[in-house]
C-alpha cells in the first residue's frame, strides 16, 4: 500500500507540473511531454494522444527489459501519469507566474515526483526507462547524467519548434530535475536492484 501511495503522490507532482506549468507556458522539458509538444506541432495531434501512445511503448520496452516486477509497479505508474496528465490537461489551467519561476518551480516538483518512483522501483513511463536499462547495463555511468543527456537531445531536436529560449529554459529545468534526483538518491541508490 505504501509502494502505491508514493508511485501515486510522484505522478500527481508530476503531471500537475507539466500540465499547469510548462505545457501551457510552451516550455519544453526535454521527456515525453516535450517528445509529445514537438510532434503535435509538426502533426496537429492532441498531445494527450501522443502523450499516451509513447508511454504505452515505453512500458512495453520496460516489460522486455526490466523485467516483470518493475513492469507491474510501471503499469501501475502509467496509469495514474495518462490519467492524472490528461484531467489536469482538460481542466485546461495555466499558472501565471514568471518564466524562470515556473521552469525552477517545474523542475523541483518532476525531480521529486520521479524520484519517488524510482525509489519505489517503478517509473515515471518517461525515458528513465531507457535510461535505466542502459545503467543496469553499464552500472558506472550515474543514472542522472543519463537522463541529463538524454533531455538534451530531446531539447535539441525542440530548437526548431520553440526557439533558443525555450530550450534555454529546458536547460534548466533538466539540471534541476536531474540534479535533485542525484541529489535525493546519493544516500540511498534506488535503481541498484532494477
Given amino acids: 500500500m505504501k509502494t502505491i501511495l508514493i508511485i501515486t503522490l510522484g505522478n500527481l507532482l508530476l503531471t500537475a507540473s507539466y500540465a499547469f506549468l510548462t505545457v501551457p507556458n510552451n516550455m519544453i522539458d526535454g521527456g515525453i511531454t516535450s517528445t509529445s509538444l514537438i510532434i503535435a506541432h509538426f502533426m496537429k495531434i492532441d498531445i494527450t494522444y501522443i502523450t499516451t501512445t509513447i508511454a504505452i511503448l515505453l512500458l512495453l520496452f520496460s516489460l522486455i527489459f526490466l523485467g516483470k516486477h518493475f513492469f507491474f509497479k510501471t503499469c501501475y505508474s502509467c496509469l495514474c501519469y495518462i490519467v ?7 481542466a485546461n489551467i495555466s499558472l501565471a507566474i514568471p518564466p524562470i519561476i ?13 524520484y519517488l518512483c524510482l525509489s519505489q ?13 542502459i545503467h543496469k547495463n553499464n552500472e558506472k555511468i550515474e543514472l542522472s547524467v543519463i537522463l541529463r543527456i538524454i533531455g538534451i537531445l530531446v531539447l535539441i531536436s525542440g530548437l526548431y519548434v520553440f526557439g533558443v529560449i525555450s530550450v534555454l529554459y529546458g536547460l534548466i529545468f533538466i539540471i534541476i530535475e536531474t540534479e535533485i534526483i542525484y541529489l535525493l538518491n546519493k544516500n540511498k541508490p534506488v535503481y541498484e536492484e532494477i
Avoid: E
Avoid at 522501483?121 to 536499462?133: G, N, P, R, T, V
Fill in 84 to 90: 492524472f496528465f490528461d484531467w489536469f490537461h482538460l
Fill in 121 to 133: 522501483k517503478s517509473s515515471i513511463i518517461s525515458y528513465d526507462i531507457i535510461a535505466l536499462f
Fill in 102 to 114: 515556473c521552469i525552477v518551480l517545474a523542475g523541483i516538483l518532476v525531480g521529486i515526483g520521479h
